[in-house]
Nanobody, 123 residues
Framework: EVQLVESGGGLVQPGGSLRLSCAAS????????MTWVRQAPGKRLEWVSG????????KYADSVKGRFTISRDNAKNTLYLQLNSLKTDDTAMYYC????????????????RGQGTQVTVSS
């Protein structure tokens, strides 16, 4: 059974930073691309970033490019998202998602997602 457990969210002031983690189990983590998506209150799921199975290819939504960094540690079966220069518009529930392929496709929401970790940016 695929399990994805996110952590690292919290309350942060504008301009602050957070590091999200996603512990994966139940599948061969290094065989699949992974994705971060988010959902703000009252809005649809939004693709944030994706990373290829080996980590050599990363892509970002325009809204987070230059501020967020996706990475993975295949030895630890863990996906990360470093969030810097946070804005109030970044407030959302953040989910990691397993893709069904090895490569990144911009805009995909994954075939399975975790329960999410809440990020709140507020002064």
């Amino acid at each position: 059974e695929v399990q994805l457990v996110e952590s690292g969210g919290g309350l942060v002031q504008p301009g602050g930073s957070l590091r999200l983690s996603c512990a994966a189990s139940g599948f061969i983590f290094s065989d699949y691309a992974m994705t971060w998506v988010r959902q703000a209150p009252g809005k649809r799921l939004e693709w944030v970033s994706g990373i290829s199975l080996g980590g050599s290819v990363t892509k970002y939504a325009d809204s987070v490019k230059g501020r967020f960094t996706i990475s993975r540690d295949n030895a630890k079966n863990t996906l990360y998202l470093q969030l810097n220069s946070l804005k109030t518009d970044d407030t959302a529930m953040y989910y990691c998602a397993k893709e069904s392929r090895s490569y990144v496709v911009v805009g995909t929401l994954g075939d399975q997602r975790g329960q999410g970790t809440q990020v709140t940016v507020s002064s």
